[in-house]
């Protein structure tokens, strides 16, 4: 009597390989011919994506572009700005790569130098940091248990299986174009020096396989007029929403977003007086979506037949299993002083505050996060040599989250980090110093590697002929500490209704059984 077995298809994302390499990109930059002479770099920074990622047999080919944002010194005193583009190219070795493998590339530029090559030249040099993250999908039969016609002689125990898997990793493009105008009693505009967008108040909903994506565009703009002396100042806030739609049938039930900046552009719009008092910004952002399914069935555990004898061939299924996520806000508070040689402070244009994670460590019930804040502070002197300057500050941060008490971290457990920097203030002291206070919100999602098994197939071995006195045999049975009520039934091929049915429901050790 052949027993039918239920089967399952199951679909796992398992992490394969992860990399960390840095990538130069090496540009000149020729000024453009609207632009006067370059006397002194005051500034040059640059924001980077990756637009394209391809496998090439052991090797990874990277795509990407640096935005970059040159503030300099013309020999009359006055402070212009380039804004330019720049493609690089990175290739990285991974080993054991398949072609469907699913790339997760995150990657920011870790410093920019510049130098004066002529007045209408300038090299600029940028490292960049780029981590991988390597996993492929799986597709995976299991067995869920027998079918109907087999139950009538089979006795099966079926185990849940409950696990939160991070299988859905995806970028998307969201434009926001939106239209700001100058407060009332700022001079138009003559010139835009830089433009900064941060994305802030991050929220997301999930339906089925939709993601509803809201947040703010907190927007700082750099300015020269022609109607005033200095440089001027402007923020303001665009809030945006987009839905994110992933793949058909991709259900989640958990998800992060995380967002890099892929292009701002920006033209001036004049008002009926003809003078720009407006901005038409274009703003593309690139929003990551790393998305958690919950899997819920039940696999074959254990199982005999009545009135055969079978032989169970087991398997094993791994699963990464998100299985903790926590959430900590570390208020942070450093006071950033001037140097000797360094142009007083008149007005602050914008904090740039980068978090960078240096080292995580797993002991016992608790994940500790380390790591550095670079503070970079732009702002404005009444100095005449300097209009515009710099300060620049490293300071570190740690912070431990202590788990909960059924949370058990083992030598497979992995913690995967982001860290995201909020609510960035600052006080110009009386003593010409920067009190520097910011928000950083630090994520983790503790992954565990876990084994399940169950019965992959039935094989049937033929039992010894005894002359028919099996069916005619009375057996008394004394329960032994370690027995269960499945385990006595299993080993004399009886139904575990049956035995409880004769013997009562609760069996203790010691106790004689009768088993027919």
Not at 166 to 172: G, I, K, R, S
Not at 453 to 460: A, R
Request: a negative charge; one cysteine or more; aromatic letters at 4%.
């Amino acid at each position: 009597m052949s027993i039918e077995l239920k089967k399952q298809d199951l679909s796992i994302s398992q992490n394969i390989a992860q990399n960390f390499s840095q990538a130069y990109a090496e540009a000149d930059v020729i000024v453009p011919d609207t632009k006067p002479d370059v006397a002194k770099v005051i500034q040059a920074t640059a924001m980077c994506y990756v637009t394209d990622k391809t496998i090439s047999g052991n090797k990874i080919l990277l795509d990407g572009v640096l935005n970059i944002t040159i503030l300099y010194l013309t020999e009359k005193g006055l402070v212009k700005s380039i804004h330019t583009k720049q493609g690089f190219k990175h290739n990285v070795d991974v080993a054991n790569l398949v072609d469907n493998a699913k790339l997760d590339v995150q990657s920011d530029v870790q410093n920019v130098e510049s130098l004066i090559l002529n007045s209408r030249k300038l090299n600029i040099k940028a490292l960049i940091g780029i981590n991988i993250s390597v996993s492929v999908d799986n597709s995976v039969s299991v067995t869920t248990g027998v079918d109907e016609d087999s139950l009538c002689h089979c006795q099966q125990k079926l185990k849940p299986l409950a696990a939160m898997c991070e299988n859905v990793v995806t970028e998307q493009s969201i434009l926001v174009r939106n239209t700001f105008e100058l407060s009332s009693g700022k001079p138009p505009i003559d010139d835009i020096l830089r433009l900064d967008v941060k994305v802030c108040n991050k929220e997301s909903k999930i339906a089925g396989n939709k993601i509803l994506a809201k947040g703010n565009l907190n927007i700082s703009m750099l300015y020269c007029s022609d109607a005033c002396d200095g440089l001027q100042t402007m923020d303001t806030q665009i809030p945006f929403s987009e839905i994110l739609t992933l793949a058909a049938g991709r259900e989640i039930d958990n998800c992060s977003l995380d967002y890099s900046l892929a292009d701002v552009k920006w033209t001036l719009q004049q008002d009926l007086d003809g003078e720009n008092r407006a901005v038409n910004l274009e703003v593309g952002l690139l929003a990551k979506v790393n998305a958690c399914t919950q899997i819920n069935m039940d696999l074959l555990g254990d199982l005999y037949s009545t009135k055969e004898n079978i032989d169970l061939k087991l398997k094993n299924v791994a699963i990464n299993e998100v299985a903790h996520r926590q959430n900590a806000v570390l208020n942070v508070n450093e006071m950033l002083s001037l140097s000797p040689d360094d142009a007083p402070i008149e007005q602050v244009y914008n904090c740039f505050v980068t978090p960078k994670v240096g080292k995580t460590t797993l002991n016992g019930k608790h994940v500790t996060v380390e790591g550095v804040l670079n503070a970079m502070v732009l702002y404005i002197s009444n100095s005449t040599d300097n209009q515009i300057s710099t300060i620049n500050k490293e300071f570190k941060f740690a912070n431990t989250f202590e788990l909960s008490d059924t949370m058990k971290l083992s030598q497979d457990s992995a913690a995967d980090v982001n860290l995201d920097v909020e609510n960035i203030n600052y006080i110009i002291t009386g003593a010409g110093e920067i009190d520097l206070r910011c928000m950083l919100n630090i994520s983790i999602g503790v992954i565990e590697k876990r084994e399940y098994s169950y019965i992959s197939d039935v094989e049937e071995i033929a039992d010894e002929d005894d002359g028919g006195a099996k069916a005619y045999r009375l057996r008394i049975y004394f329960v032994r500490n370690g027995d269960t009520p499945w385990s006595i039934a299993k080993k004399y091929r009886m139904k575990v209704d049956d035995l409880l049915a004769a013997n009562g429901d609760n069996i203790v050790p010691g106790q004689k059984l009768i088993l027919t």
